[in-house]
């Protein structure tokens, strides 16, 4: 019987969007049919790469060579989609790869629940956002995309918390700041069908932000540690640039996470990382 690590990896190692994204959900499907049940697969360990299988396209260029296109035309539209396309693929493959990379840590079922809703969703959006494209003439991998998106990962790549603290609740927590302006851009321009994509997106990374909260608090009362004192230390180590307001301070507390987290980082990195 295949292992949940193992098949993280297989994901994980699969280069094709598409490919990658329908065996992701047919192994999220295996596991919750398995836990409902009362059967669950064992979830094993497995070694995952140190970074994930990715297509030949799009290629990947330094975010200061990435050319910025004005959302105002349809260009920039098919630009912005295609950067978030190229976002949701990465979180498809950081919600596999927290399953995989962290077995030595004994944990509960929930988490491995969590993070394998999280990446049976995140593929969901990948689609979603690649269907928008294609129905506008496009497709992901038409437009060169940012290198640095794994880099925290591979940053995090042996702290667990470090990975929690980064993931789900820096970076896709920044993800809830911007997604209502991106919704905008599309209902001025009348388009509906990347606003429904980006509204699911946005009611389900409320979600991924609190699976990301709720573990590290967790892992903080296990190991008898002050939640807000080791999530300022782990951002200030392993996330590189300031972040950034306005924030969305609505749907982060019903993520979990409180403003005196994110505030007192404002404006103490040490590079822009745009
Ligand atoms: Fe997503
Ligand atoms: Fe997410």
Not at 19 to 39: D, I, M, N, V
Not at 116 to 124: F, L, N, P, S
Not at 262 to 274: H, N, T
């Amino acid at each position: 019987m295949q292992t949940l690590a193992e098949m993280a990896v297989e994901v994980l190692t699969t280069a094709d969007g598409r490919a990658k994204t329908a065996l992701g959900r047919r192994h999220a499907a295996a596991w919750f049919a398995a836990r409902a049940a009362g059967a669950p697969l064992p979830v094993g360990r497995a070694d995952p790469p140190l970074r994930p299988a990715r297509p030949a396209r799009p290629e990947l260029l330094d975010p200061r060579d990435v050319p910025r296109r004005r959302p105002g035309s349809p260009a920039g539209r098919i630009a912005l989609l295609h950067a978030v396309g190229h976002i949701e693929l990465n979180a498809v493959d950081l919600h596999w790869d927290i399953i995989a990379r962290f077995t030595d840590h004994p944990m509960p079922l929930g988490f491995y629940d969590d993070w394998v809703k999280a990446a049976d969703e995140e593929a969901k959006h990948f689609n979603l956002i690649c269907d928008c494209l294609e129905a506008m003439g496009s497709h992901y991998g038409a437009l060169p995309a940012h290198a640095g998106m794994w880099r925290a990962a591979e940053d995090t790549a042996a702290d667990l918390l470090g990975r929690l603290a980064v993931v789900p609740m820096v970076l896709e927590a920044r993800g809830l700041d911007v997604t209502p302006g991106m919704i905008d851009i599309f209902r001025k321009a009348g388009e509906d069908g990347p606003i429904a994509a980006l509204e699911t997106i946005y009611a389900e990374e409320v979600g991924h932000v609190a699976y990301g909260s709720k573990w590290f608090n967790w892992l903080c009362g296990r190991e008898g540690l002050d939640p807000k004192e080791v999530f300022h230390d782990l951002v200030r180590r392993y996330f590189h640039g300031a972040l950034k307001p306005p924030f969305n301070e609505e749907k982060r507390a019903e993520a979990g996470i409180p403003p005196d987290f994110y505030w007192p980082l404002v404006g103490d990195g040490l590079s822009v990382a745009d």
